[in-house]
């Protein structure tokens, strides 16, 4: 049952001074909208009095056009309120609240005779807006050249920041002040293999800020349809950020037709970190799902052949004597295969009874199509075709064993970034998942685009992962994108995209490493716009124990491997290890089998950005709680009372902790498991070591 | 029956000098290859001991890599013989011989250990060659920069041109001398929305040229695959042309993998003109027929609903309402119909009867799908989705209709240049026209391209072309595809591509005209690589009479527009002008009724670029023969021996000549109807008006 209200506050013309005012459902926040010298749109928003954003002003540049800078009247504005209750198909609690008060702001530019509207809303945890285009005889089509919207800050804050890109995420994250971005952000870039830099203060939202004064604010933005992916350039002599759209390949931000309106521009701002992290206010920008049935669409928890390529140095390929594949001419029968590709029947057989055994849904496996021996870096066409099997991959066969013993397996597209190619196949490869049984793909966009010129987060691109994922659901089947533009809330509107990757995953772990906080971060930043793949889950930290050319370490413990099932909400988790590392760890192994990957409630315990998480989640239908916490390398000391326990019930808990000597770097294995029986009042004194965590299973014995 | 004789004339190792020459099979044409100073291949080539073409270099210019121009050595050559003769599916003669000599000359780079070959292939018409790179280790992908391919003319010719343009081939021809090209280039443009002219001295291909001593040159290329298109770009202090590609979005020329090869680069040569027009070397350099089962593909004849609109101001869209049309929210059933859309159901019903009662195949209709009211430069991505009518347009009962008179509707897809989106779509269009029974499609490709960046000739729209026609022909669909690059004989291996245009069309005479001259160059020049859609058969000249806003004139007497069915080889052939106007002119409107559209003999009897055409061509599976003679504004005066006819056979020849004060602008519907009995021996007097010509159909009657 979702309950909506409807109704106007105010809609008399405009104030004598033009200003208008704009409160949250409590109060808190504060939005000031106001035409500044010239006609210029100029907004401000607070907390409790005190400033989030200083008068910044709103405006598009637009291509061989008047700009819609300035010139601008107010013709009009009207504030209702609006609340009602929805249901997520899969998420972080069973319903959510979308309440918020609204002002829009209808503009005109006497000059042009165009208009424009500002469209703001108003929630507890933040603020949305959006431009907006009518249909009107003056402005139908236009191109944008740039979007100038502006987030001015209120001093030199703290932020955990990644550099502005307009083709990977993948970085670590870096905490500092706005103005010591400049000198870091070089040396914040790792190769990636397509990655293009823009400026050196510019930086990727979602961008997770603190003040001296103790406000959290996030800036990000909800249902990036049709549009390019917002980054943020900054200013760091007056701290005001102003948007930097992704350019397509002439150097064009975004193409419109009117009647239409931007993505939403997000503040979200709290004295409180946690709130950051239960905000519902991305989901709430975008629009109800678009699906009628949505009853195929489920969570799922998968193991598959990927990490022994990616940490033990096996190949996607089947053979070293093809240096040039042409798809339409191969003969795979005249090659001599390598003897390491481990996506074969055999090898993908026992991923499948260890998957039956251990109760996963899924089995992903990579590698098991042809083309694999050029795939990537040559700007190849013709890259895949997403429907043939290598030889030692039998597609028929495996997908029956597979369904024999309960599981299904995964598909995996890759499309080396070209889209063309993989558009040209999507429809006949969606058919052959459906024909075998596969009900979820694992997309990837690795390497510099096709359209060459195209960027992975231009306005094609995002045009294209949207049509992917929606030509899917015709199919009844699930995506999960990697290398796509980072989410932004439309899994609210499509639920079958149950995930993507598009920051720096567990994969780099056997590269480079992950900071031991990166997943104290990526909650407050990649996560914002939805769940990600992170693949958890690695048990062997010492990458050169299964692959000696290898120098990789997981900079974490087992334990918060455990915990990030909890603290990295996501209806996909992949347990990512391989199982002969699994079958040495089957009492932590059991954390990973139980915990579930749908939930009725979750609460943030506590947080702090770069710190610390620590989540507590009801698993979906049933009265089990999950606990995790991930800790930086400072470690997290903690109390944890379970007060959201139903009252006067009895639970067991599994306690899977950090042994007191454990640490990321020197002892990662070192753990230990207790069980005991609490309450609603109890509480438990907990230990996250140097780049650990804890995980707890708490589920009633009454 | 095809016979193929191939042998080794000659596999010694390089000549002492390292040149080495190549004869024609009747000796005429001889070609030098020689590596000149530092090791840059050269050729060269001479017509009866007259030079053709000068020492001139080839050579590829890389990104970031190595040129592939200088550093050469000969590691070997071979020289072959080849002879076969082949039936095209649909022709301009039964059998076509495909005779040539060959020479294979393999190059090394020592200095980059990569390979080069070079593939020369001399018939007696002329000369193809391509640069072919096999398979081996340092060079595998790489992308051209820039091919240097020089065509070192020796003299200062006359030539047939249209200004260089990545863009649209809609041009008239210029005749000039060479070095008037610079002075005359920006003057011969004229808009047509989507244009790049890239160089003052830019020219397209086919090029024809005349020396003043006689002999008539031709540069083209042959099989364009997978590559772009080779514009020619001249030095007019040296007379040298350079091969020009059409660059993509970023700038660079093709995206190549070995083993590969480029297209054939062509010279044809001849001192007789109609030898250009008889030469099949664009055909034959072309691959044999790429599909098992060609019972499908049949010539067409047809009248359509499109000289309405284009002559006669009617509209292609249905309502002035829509500003902006959004396909997915599209609602017409709110909007007022202007009343301006012959695309109706009333009115293609009489397209239907009159296609019946005269004996044509098709008719095609424009303007049946919903989105046209704003469907032209905006740079619109999701255009059309062609499969949905306008509401005024029953698309089951028309098909219906026009099935039981015995006569099939030509499907319409306009892209407006957004590839992307025909392609998502193209498979669904394809099956739409099955179902209701279409077997042709003409498509377009209007305005600037989307991916933007792209032009109309580069690599990944011809990729794109052919995309389509060869999934059409999984559909048994033939495709006449408007706006794409020009044809390069692909026609021979792909037979469903019945039709281009890729040059200025009838179109232009209710625009600006055309020359009175266009039709005796465009068979010299557009048509050396496959058939245009021309849609000839306009018999109102005045456009004023039937659109009182135009002041277009048809600049063609009556009778040369008859004789264009025969002149202008087309397996596709229209009726363009509308059935009212037809029915005033029901004597001559029987030659478009009687002429075929496939053939088993032709012969060309007269020609001269720019002057004149006059061809016979003998109708297939019949002994009917049909004249056609095309004149510039300096009308033709000829007496024509009928010696191609059988010995001692009695024929009835009908006449259909300008009449004597007949004149293309003051006097163009002057006409005679003659008949006459002729044999072998009869010779016959004629005249063409300036801006006319004759068509005569020449019927045994015994």
């Known amino acids: 049952m979702s309950k909506i209200t409807v109704f106007t506050l105010f809609t008399a013309a405009a104030l004598a001074a033009g200003a208008v005012e704009l409160k949250s459902p409590d109060g808190k926040l504060a939005l000031d909208f106001?035409?500044?010298?010239?006609?210029?749109?100029?907004?401000?928003?607070?907390?409790?009095?005190?400033?989030?954003?200083?008068?910044?002003?709103?405006?598009?540049?637009?291509?061989?056009?008047?700009?819609?800078?300035?010139?601008?009247?107010?013709?009009?504005?009207e504030v209702t309120t609006?609340?009602?209750?929805?249901?997520?198909?899969?998420?972080?609690?069973?319903?959510?609240?979308?309440?918020?008060?609204?002002?829009?702001?209808?503009?005109?530019?006497?000059?042009?005779?165009r208009l424009m509207n500002l469209r703001f809303r108003l929630y507890d945890d933040g603020l949305g807006f959006r431009y907006e285009f009518p249909l009107q005889n003056n402005l139908v089509y236009f191109v944008v050249k740039e979007e100038h919207t502006q987030f001015a800050m209120n001093g030199d804050h703290t932020a955990w920041w990644i550099a502005g890109d307009y083709d990977t995420q993948e970085y670590d994250y870096t905490e500092s002040r706005l103005s010591e971005i400049r000198n870091l952000s070089a040396g914040s870039i790792s190769s990636n293999e397509s990655q293009t830099q823009f400026s050196p203060t510019g930086v990727q939202t979602s961008l997770q800020m603190k003040t001296d004064d103790?406000?959290?604010?996030?800036?990000?933005?909800?249902?990036?349809?049709?549009?390019?992916?917002?980054?943020?350039?900054?200013?760091?002599?007056?701290?005001?950020?102003?948007?930097?759209?992704?350019?397509?390949?002439?150097?064009?931000?975004?193409?419109?037709?009117a009647p239409t309106h931007t993505p939403w521009r997000t503040v979200m701002v709290s004295d409180d970190a946690r709130d950051m992290l239960s905000s519902n206010l991305i989901l709430n920008l975008n629009e109800p799902c678009a699906y009628d049935d949505t009853s195929w669409i489920k969570p799922v928890k998968y193991v598959g052949v990927w990490w022994e390529m990616i940490g033990h140095g096996k190949e996607w390929s089947y053979t070293y004597d093809l240096p040039s594949v042409k798809l339409d001419t191969l003969d795979y029968s005249k090659t001599k295969p390598h003897g390491r590709h481990p996506a074969n029947t055999e090898n993908v057989k026992r991923y499948i009874d260890f998957a039956a055994e251990h109760g996963f849904d899924q089995v992903l496996?990579?590698?098991?199509?042809?083309?694999?021996?050029?795939?990537?870096?040559?700007?190849?066409?013709?890259?895949?075709?997403?429907?043939?099997?290598?030889?030692?991959?039998?597609?028929?066969?495996?997908?029956?064993?597979?369904?024999?013993?309960?599981?299904?397996?995964?598909?995996?597209?890759?499309?080396?970034?070209?889209?063309?190619?993989?558009?040209?196949?999507?429809?006949?490869?969606?058919?052959?998942?459906?024909?075998?049984?596969?009900?979820?793909?694992?997309?990837?966009?690795?390497?510099?685009?096709i359209p060459r010129g195209e960027h992975h987060y231009g306005q094609w691109l995002n045009n294209h992962y949207l049509y992917a994922v929606t030509e899917a659901a015709k199919h009844k089947i699930m995506v999960n994108a990697h290398e796509a533009v980072r989410p932004t809330g439309l899994c609210r509107t499509y639920p079958n995209l149950i995930g993507n990757e598009s920051a720096r995953g567990s994969e780099y772990e056997s590269f480079a490493g992950n900071k031991p906080s990166h997943t104290t971060v990526l909650p407050f930043t990649r996560l914002q716009g939805g769940?990600?793949?992170?693949?958890?889950?690695?048990?062997?930290?010492?990458?050169?124990?299964?692959?000696?050319?290898?120098?990789?370490?997981?900079?974490?413990?087992?334990?918060?491997?455990?915990?990030?099932?909890?603290?990295?909400?996501?209806?996909?988790?992949?347990?990512?290890?391989?199982?002969?590392?699994?079958?040495?760890?089957?009492?932590?192994?059991?954390f990973i089998k139980d915990v579930a990957v749908d939930w009725d409630d979750s609460k943030y315990l506590e947080a702090e950005p770069g710190r610390y998480i620590v989540a507590a989640r009801k698993a979906k239908g049933t009265d089990n709680w999950f606990v995790g916490c991930t800790a930086s390398e400072h470690g997290h000391e903690t109390t944890i009372p379970l007060d959201f326990l139903d009252k006067g019930r009895k639970y067991e808990a599994t306690i899977y902790a950090d042994a007191p000597d454990a640490h990321y770097l020197t002892n990662p294995q070192a753990y230990t498991i207790t069980r005991k029986k609490v309450t609603d009042k109890s509480k438990l004194k907990l230990k996250a070591a140097p780049g650990g965590g804890f995980a707890i299973s708490i589920i009633p014995v009454d």
């Open 34 to 77: 106001d035409l500044s010298d010239g006609g210029r749109p100029t907004y401000s928003l607070t907390f409790d009095n005190k400033t989030v954003v200083k008068p910044s002003t709103l405006g598009l540049e637009l291509v061989n056009d008047t700009d819609l800078i300035e010139g601008f009247e107010i013709k009009g504005h």
């Open 365 to 449: 496996v990579e590698g098991w199509n042809v083309g694999w021996e050029d795939w990537f870096g040559h700007s190849k066409d013709y890259v895949f075709d997403f429907v043939t099997p290598y030889p030692d991959f039998d597609l028929e066969g495996l997908n029956a064993y597979a369904a024999e013993k309960g599981v299904k397996l995964m598909m995996h597209h890759e499309t080396s970034g070209s889209v063309r190619n993989y558009e040209r196949h999507l429809e006949e490869a969606y058919n052959l998942m459906n024909k075998y049984g596969y009900n979820s793909v694992k997309s990837g966009y690795v390497g510099n685009m």
């Open 214 to 257: 103790g406000l959290y604010i996030n800036l990000h933005e909800a249902a990036l349809v049709d549009y390019s992916c917002m980054h943020l350039n900054l200013n760091d002599s007056t701290m005001v950020f102003e948007s930097w759209l992704t350019p397509d390949a002439v150097g064009n931000k975004a193409y419109m037709q």
């Open 82 to 113: 609006f609340d009602e209750t929805w249901q997520p198909v899969w998420g972080e609690t069973s319903h959510i609240r979308n309440h918020y008060n609204e002002l829009l702001v209808e503009l005109a530019q006497p000059a042009t005779g």
């Open 531 to 590: 769940p990600m793949d992170y693949t958890p889950g690695l048990f062997e930290m010492d990458m050169k124990k299964v692959n000696p050319t290898s120098s990789g370490h997981v900079n974490s413990t087992l334990a918060r491997q455990l915990a990030l099932y909890v603290t990295m909400y996501s209806p996909l988790q992949m347990a990512a290890d391989v199982p002969d590392v699994y079958e040495r760890f089957m009492d932590a192994f059991q």
